[in-house]
């Protein structure tokens, strides 16, 4: 079968196994020369690629749905194939979400925990690593080690940004966030120079959720672009709006980009075209 990551190169003709219970993961990794976790296939360059063969650990869930919460403590119990979309449609409505969340929610967890992702909170709550306070691991002997930051702390912090290079990340404990309402309160700002752009990350870098987007298309006026800032909101703040829109519940959205996109519609004219619709639909808010 053929497989690529987010950006669709390198691809690799491999073997894909899809094992269905944690049973079969021990004898899988010790009669296996060589191969590689796989969650949801979200990352970059050749990361969670082999040409000898690939584990698909979306499959691989530990109870019915692959996690467990502990509202007490606010520590999610997740296996590693599942992805962050899966815990939100779980708990996002009972307003518990991830500490850290990257720019797209369909990675899997044992994925967030390879690259130690960040999110638009990075200034505030750090990498995902933060907020784990167990790993289990599975050696290339099909030990299962468990791994803390007191506790086989060197292994805890190589797996973490390891690439999965360190064993294989079965399921990890995650100390989760529990906010009010989970209605967020977002202000955009669009700059008309990069002065101004770097003047505005820094005015509202107070904020939970803060990232910039330049254009670097535009000719004119150089270094343009919109500032993203963003709270979630107060149960009070919520009632005082009454505001339809702040009562939309959180669900997948039915638009979609296709995943293999033709290059023919990435060019000069057309990232210029879409980068001028952002900076005239932007006004602050």
Do not use: W
């Given at each position: 079968m053929h497989f690529a990551n987010w950006g669709n190169y390198p691809t690799v003709d491999t073997l894909s196994y899809n094992q269905l219970s944690i049973a079969e993961l021990a004898p899988f990794i010790r009669d296996s020369h060589s191969f590689i976790a796989r969650g949801n296939g979200r990352s970059y360059g050749d990361a969670s690629l082999n040409r000898n063969s690939i584990l698909n650990l979306s499959k691989v869930k530990f109870n019915k749905h692959g996690m467990v919460y502990n509202s007490a403590d606010r520590e999610l119990i997740v296996n590693s194939g599942c992805a962050l979309t899966d815990v939100l449609n779980?708990?996002?409505?009972?307003?518990?979400?991830?500490?850290?969340?990257?720019?797209?929610?369909?990675?899997?967890?044992?994925?967030a925990i390879a690259a130690d992702i960040h999110g638009k909170d990075h200034h505030?709550?750090?990498?995902?690593?933060?907020?784990i306070s167990c790993i289990d691991l599975m050696t290339a002997s099909g030990e299962m080690i468990t791994a803390t930051p007191e506790k086989n702390s060197d292994l805890f912090w190589a797996t973490c940004g390891g690439q999965g290079l360190t064993g294989l990340i079965v399921s990890a404990t995650i100390k989760m966030l529990k906010t009010e309402t989970n209605v967020l309160r977002q202000r955009v700002t669009?700059?008309?120079?990069?002065?101004k752009l770097i003047a505005a990350t820094l005015e509202q870098n107070n904020?939970?959720?803060?990232?910039?987007w330049i254009d670097l298309s535009a000719t004119r006026t150089h270094?343009?672009?919109?500032?993203?800032?963003?709270?979630?909101?107060?149960?009070?703040?919520?009632?005082?709006?009454?505001?339809?829109r702040l009562e939309k519940k959180y669900t997948n959205s039915r638009l979609s980009v296709p995943f293999y996109c033709s290059s023919i519609l990435f060019n000069k004219a057309t990232v210029?075209?879409?980068?001028?619709?952002?900076?005239?639909i932007t006004t602050e808010r």
């Open positions: 779980n708990y996002f409505p009972e307003h518990v979400i991830f500490p850290v969340l990257p720019g797209t929610k369909k990675i899997s967890i044992g994925g505030i709550n750090g990498t995902f690593s933060k907020h669009a700059c008309e120079s990069l002065d904020s939970q959720y803060c990232a910039s270094g343009r672009g919109v500032v993203f800032s963003g709270r979630f909101a107060s149960a009070a703040e919520v009632m005082e709006q009454r505001n339809k210029m075209l879409l980068t001028h619709f952002i900076i005239t």
